[in-house]
């Protein structure tokens, strides 16, 4: 991997990371009272980060599946048509 490439990789965790952020602070946090979390508030950021991470392996599991599946028939459409790749 290219000094570019682990550039770009960590630029897009860090958006990622952001996003989640952003999208359970927003969900979680309601109370500015106190500089400490809550229980209730902790426990949704948690629940929260962990739904977002198994969903996004979730789909990320389920495009690989669907790459392999598009790629075998691309294969079988070419041997099919007598233009081996």
Do not use: W
Not at 2 to 7: C, G, K, L, M
Not at 32 to 39: G, I
Not at 47 to 55: A, G, S
């Amino acid at each position: 991997m290219t000094e570019a490439d682990q550039i770009k990789t960590f630029k897009d965790f860090l958006v990622q990371y952001n996003k989640l952020s952003e999208l359970c602070f927003n969900d979680c946090i309601h109370d500015f009272t106190s500089r400490n979390l809550r229980p209730s508030e902790d426990k949704c950021t948690v629940n929260c980060m962990e739904k977002y991470l198994r969903t996004n392996q979730r789909v990320s599991q389920r495009f690989h599946e669907f790459q392999m599946v598009a790629n075998e028939n691309m294969l079988a459409l070419a041997q099919k048509s007598g233009n081996p790749s």
